[in-house]
């Protein structure tokens, strides 16, 4: 029974965001314990604390970005946008050209935690002087949660697909810089 819902959730996000969540089916059906405690890990990823909407969400698409090449970048854009982030926003981070305040520390502090950049002590000390110390642990969470799903769908031999990323219709050139540490 727990196995069918699982499908039946995993069915309807791929029908919502026209997702192939092939992985995720094959981890459900090999091992129902192993998939409740990857969900279990994830949700540490829904948790905002004081962390500006725009920084949180931007803090995934980097994420997301450095461990894909397309199709989680795009369902974590099409999440964001769902949720209220600004297209231009999500564009402007996606091609590398500077944007909303927020939303540009949240993703340079997500990349900088990622890439063990030069960068992440002055990144970690504007974060955690303007948001506090519970943003810094939320964008921290957001940034290790988000590139599990890319990780996890390597690993099982489905990440081999990639496109384009596509913000509210329109085809996005992704800044290739952005992609790989």
Not at 82 to 90: A, H, T, W
Not at 95 to 108: E, K, M, W
Not at 141 to 157: E, V, W
Request: aromatic letters at 8%; proline letters at 3%; charged letters at 25%.
């Amino acid at each position: 029974m727990i196995k069918w819902l699982m499908h039946r959730y995993i069915r309807k996000m791929e029908a919502h965001y026209n997702y192939d969540g092939t992985y995720m089916h094959e981890m459900v059906d090999a091992t129902l314990a192993g998939s409740r405690r990857f969900l279990k890990i994830q949700s540490a990823a829904d948790w905002q604390g004081d962390a500006p909407a725009n920084a949180w969400w931007a803090a995934g698409l980097a994420s997301a970005l450095l461990e894909d090449c397309g199709p989680c970048v795009q369902i974590g854009t099409d999440i964001a946008v769902e949720k209220g982030m600004d297209v231009n926003i999500i564009k402007a981070l996606l091609s590398g050209t500077p944007t909303d305040a927020n939303a540009q520390l949240g993703f340079d502090f997500s990349r900088a935690l990622l890439t063990h950049s030069d960068k992440l002590d002055e990144l970690r000390e504007q974060v955690e002087s303007k948001w506090g110390k519970a943003a810094l642990i939320a964008l921290s969470l957001r940034a290790m949660t988000t590139r599990n799903f890319p990780i996890l769908k390597r690993a099982l031999g489905h990440a081999k697909t990639c496109r384009r990323v596509r913000v509210a219709g329109v085809e996005i050139a992704v800044n290739p810089v952005l992609k790989a540490a």
